[in-house]
């Protein structure tokens, strides 16, 4: 019940494109939802995060969307660059109990922005 | 934002040898500080998890006594890997939260090679 699936494993586009991750989770007791960007050999960097109150949330070119009933969430980056090329990682954290405070991290999607 | 580091960045060491990992936060105190590793391009996987001044919360399947954590100030928290094998051999990565616990400021990793 802790676990967040992360899809696709892997995602090309090409510049100037629309890069969609998606993201399920069960547990019912999460209450943060953050995006991390890896860069190869750098650890995870915080991009955006939305909280389940929220339906939408944007930054910039990447943008979350976040469906409560549907248990899901995902990023969309907007205008892809090939500077966006990275690992993401969607994550959740629950709020209370014996995990409070633990990251519970996607499988990760490698993102290919082609020039 | 703030800022996490890490020393050293990389490490070789022999079959056997102990290896230290420092995590710092430059910029805040870290009431709790989070232990991670990765193995190439596949997610972070949570170690341990460590509030200052008290015994590490190791994750099921940690060994305590293998990686020994210390988080003696709210600066610094330590990973020392005993008698390192070449199946330690993998990207660690430290994070730091205050009091807020939703954020999670990840340090620039330590690439350990055990020869």
């Known amino acids: 019940q802790q676990q967040v699936k992360q899809s696709p494993q892997s995602l090309i586009v090409q510049k100037g494109g629309i890069s969609i991750i998606n993201c399920a989770y069960e547990?019912?007791?999460?209450?943060?939802f953050p995006w991390y960007q890896q860069f190869p050999g750098k650890g995870p960097a915080l991009l955006i995060a939305?909280?389940?109150?929220?339906s939408e949330k944007k930054e910039g070119r990447f943008t979350i969307s976040f469906n409560k009933s549907a248990k899901q969430f995902s990023l969309h980056i907007m205008d892809s660059q090939p500077g966006d090329s990275a690992t993401y990682f969607c994550?959740?954290?629950?709020?209370?109990?014996?995990?409070?405070?633990?990251?519970?991290f996607g499988q990760g999607t490698i993102l290919t922005v082609h020039p | 934002g703030a800022v996490v580091s890490q020393h050293p960045s990389r490490v070789i060491c022999k079959s056997g040898t102990s290896v230290k990992i420092e995590c710092r936060s430059l910029?805040?105190?870290?009431?709790?500080m989070f232990w991670y590793r990765q193995f190439p391009k596949k997610s972070l996987m949570l170690m341990a998890t460590?509030?200052?001044?008290?015994?590490?919360?190791?994750e099921q399947g940690v060994e305590k006594d293998k990686f020994l954590i210390n988080h003696a100030s709210l600066t610094l928290s330590t990973l020392t890997v005993t008698s390192a094998h070449p199946e330690d051999s993998s990207f660690y990565i430290c994070?730091?939260?205050?009091?807020?616990?939703?954020?999670?400021?990840f340090g620039p990793g330590t690439r350990l090679t055990v020869l």
């Open positions: 994070s730091a939260s205050d009091d807020s616990y939703n954020e999670q400021f």
């Open positions: 547990n019912t007791a999460f209450d943060y």
């Open positions: 939305i909280r389940p109150d929220v």
């Open positions: 994550a959740a954290i629950n709020a209370g109990g014996t995990s409070y405070g633990k990251l519970t």
């Open positions: 910029d805040f105190q870290a009431t709790t």
């Open positions: 460590s509030n200052e001044g008290s015994k590490a919360t190791y």
